[in-house]
């Protein structure tokens, strides 16, 4: 059943809203610098604590996995990334992130069982992550997109095919894609860029699915969703290797808006390849050749479909299934994705306001 919560005591624009692993918190951040913690309980909600400290607008906010506790991540245009724990019902500010040197503009856990591991995407051109591990934090500064980091989601921590390979399974791989505002979609551990958008990448999204492919969705303000596939990879790529130019250190102590059911394939190879799209409103993309080896793992090659719309696109975000897209633009539209028998996205559901 729908529940609003009309008096969200937020003073200004809320910008993120997010339920914890088992739907009984929801966390939310402003503009006007605070994040609200509500108690929600069948039909009925409670604010039970509001967190200070950030001196910007706050952007993301993200759930860790209940494995490691009550903590809950906050980005802000300070440039700064608080984490904070609830210890013996009282939250604190366990650690302050303050390297980067632009807005940081969303934060994203990985799976649990790669490890306590926080993405960070800023408007400074790089991503952060940090991780927790004897009984400190460290993190890594790797140069992603040079004018700026819209948006980060990590792989499941499984490889595509695990599940029918007759193996035990390998889990605890460390991957994420990130989206730019140099058009690019960039995936870590392999340095695979994958080229076709032509304006910025607004958001990315990482498919849960552990099936025989990878899913990854890109949204762009081209008017455009990209779907991109990869059906062979392998785990034998390094999960701990950091790309060429990484940083990793310990320490104690960062702002970035559907509904043509239209889609065309585009072969896209790795690291190097393009898609550039086709001539304008052919809603075509032109595959393009693999122009050089940047690092990418072995045999894996990348597809992409592109998904035309009226409008400029802010959000992508897949189903826990992994089969549904759901994709939102300037146009106040929703629309909801799926992939039919012929491997062709067909859009089955539109929700306008």
Partial sequence: MEQVISNSGHDDMIHDAVLDYYGRRLATCSSDRTIKIFEIEGDTHRLTETLKG??????????????????????????????????????????DFALHTASVNIVS???????????????????????FEDNRWEHKILPAHGIGVNAVSWAP???????????????????????????????WDWNVTLTGHTDWVRDVAWAPTVLQKSYIASASQDKTVRIWTCATQTSSASSSQAPTG???????????????????????????????????????????????????????KWQSTVLQFDAVLWRVSWSLSGNVLAVSGGD??????????KGEWECVKSIEE
């Fill in 54 to 95: 950030h001196e910007g607008a706050v952007w993301s906010v993200a759930w860790a996995h209940p494995k490691y506790g009550n903590i809950l991540a906050s980005a802000s245009y300070d440039g700064k990334v608080f984490i904070w724990r609830e210890l013996g019902g009282q939250w604190q500010k366990v650690f």
């Fill in 246 to 300: 990484s940083t990793k250190n310990s320490t104690n102590n960062k702002a970035n808006n559907n509904n043509n059911n239209s889609s065309s394939t585009d072969p896209t190879q790795r690291s190097g390849a393009t898609g550039d799209a086709g001539p304008e409103g052919s809603g075509a993309g032109a595959g393009g050749n693999d122009d050089g080896d940047r690092g990418g793992a072995a045999g894996e």
């Fill in 157 to 187: 921590a499984l490889y595509p095919g695990t599940l029918f390979s007759g193996r035990a399974p390998q889990s605890g791989a460390k991957r994420f894609v990130t989206g730019g505002s140099d058009n690019l979609v960039k995936i």
């Fill in 332 to 341: 106040n539209k929703v629309s909801l994705w799926k992939e039919n028998l």
């Fill in 109 to 131: 856990w990985s799976p649990h069982e790669a490890g306590c591991l926080l993405a960070c995407a800023s408007s400074d051109g790089k991503v952060s992550v940090l991780e």
